[in-house]
Nanobody
Framework: QVQLQESGGGSVQAGGSLRLSCAAS????????MAWYRQAPGKQRELVAD???????NYANSVKGRFTISRDNAKSTVYLQMDSLKPEDTAVYYC???????????WGQGTQVTVSS
């Protein structure tokens, strides 16, 4: 009923930038919280940043000052601007959305981000 499509991952050198996008499609009547998570090899999935419908944001300490989350409610899309990337940011990044009318949040398929030193 709902699909999340991510884009924007890739490989970059340390200090570089990438911008991730995630768009929801299907039966979407409104979205509460939009978020980005990441999972590095051998580690648990962790919250990177989230943003509520009013635009209030929350960031993991490890990315504060380097990453910026934003959303476009009209396009049902969430973005993650990643600057000053570090090798430890290497992970698969997943978007997550709490969509009104559905009991569970939806996940994107994941996009690989690789930062080389």
């Amino acid at each position: 009923q709902v699909q999340l499509q991510e884009s924007g991952g890739g490989s970059v050198q340390a200090g570089g930038s990438l911008r991730l996008s995630c768009a929801a499609s299907g039966r979407v009547f409104g979205i509460n919280v939009m978020a980005w998570y990441r999972q590095a090899p051998g580690k648990q999935r962790e919250l990177v940043a989230d943003i509520n419908r009013s635009g209030s944001t929350n960031y993991a300490n490890s990315v504060k000052g380097r990453f910026t989350i934003s959303r476009d409610n009209a396009k049902s899309t969430v973005y993650l601007q990643m600057d000053s990337l570090k090798p430890e940011d290497t992970a698969v990044y997943y978007c997550n959305m709490e969509i009104f009318g559905y009991a569970s949040a939806y996940w994107g398929q994941g996009t690989q981000v690789t930062v080389s030193s």
